[in-house]
């Protein structure tokens, strides 16, 4: 019983090309997020979405839109690919509070 | 500025012995400050939450400290194993609702036989 799942877990495309990540939370969390760690393994927040509202939207390009069809899943679409857009993405949940965030296991993106 | 700093960047130790590691940080206000494992390609593991009261704060092997005032952490790992290689991040948490998490860049670990 996976907490929080993402697929793919891998994803290799061409610049330009537009695609899509996966989440989804089985535990009841109210808030989800998507993080990009990059080469330095450096955790940076993009988005969270709580109850359907965006409520965080760091400095990312609007090439890159999450979309939440309900409160369990958060998907993130990726318009024009670019070079440095290579990385590895990982969604998380919480519950609201004092909570512990729980991470999927990360989709790591090649762009060539 | 928030920021969160880390040391040291890596850390190589034999097994069966302790380690402490450091987290500095500038971040206001502050509400919590977490420590997590990350081990090669998989995503981050909770270890410890401690809120602006708590000082300390163990999960087995694992042991939390806070000093608010200093705006320090460390997380001390005893009797080290195999499987406790990784990468440790701190995270300083803005906010209640945790929507503001600050990352450092994490410490390396590597536990040796």
């Known amino acids: 019983d996976t907490a929080v799942s993402q697929t793919p877990k891998y994803l290799v495309t061409q610049m330009g090309n537009d695609k899509s990540i996966k989440c989804e939370q089985n535990?009841?969390?109210?808030?989800m997020y998507w993080y990009k760690q990059d080469s330095k393994k450096f955790l940076k927040i993009m988005f969270s979405?709580?109850?359907?509202?965006?409520?965080i939207n760091e400095t990312v390009p609007n090439r890159f839109s999450p979309k939440s069809p309900d409160k369990a899943h958060l998907n993130l679409h990726i318009n024009s690919l670019e070079l440095g857009d290579s990385a590895v993405y990982f969604c998380?949940?919480?519950?609201?509070?004092?909570?512990?965030?729980?991470f999927g296991q990360g989709t790591r993106l090649t762009v060539v | 500025k928030n920021q969160v700093e880390q040391s040291p960047q890596s850390l190589i130790i034999l097994e069966g012995k302790n380690c402490t590691l450091q987290?500095?940080?500038?971040?206001?206000?502050?509400?919590?400050l977490r420590w997590y494992k990350q081990d090669t390609g998989r995503g981050p593991v909770s270890l410890t939450i401690?809120?602006?009261?708590?000082n300390t704060k163990s999960n087995g092997r694992y042991t939390a400290t806070l000093d608010a005032d200093t705006k320090q952490s460390s997380l001390h790992i005893t009797a080290s194993q195999l499987s406790d290689s990784a990468s440790y991040i701190c995270?300083?948490?803005?906010?209640?609702?945790?929507?503001?998490?600050?990352f450092g860049k994490g410490t390396t670990l590597s536990v040796s036989s």
């Open positions: 998380a949940s919480t519950s609201q509070g004092l909570a512990e965030a729980f």
């Open positions: 535990l009841g969390h109210d808030t």
């Open positions: 979405y709580n109850n359907k509202e965006l409520i």
């Open positions: 987290c500095n940080y500038t971040v206001s206000p502050f509400s919590n």
């Open positions: 401690m809120t602006f009261s708590e």
């Open positions: 995270v300083v948490s803005a906010n209640q609702a945790g929507t503001a998490l600050i």
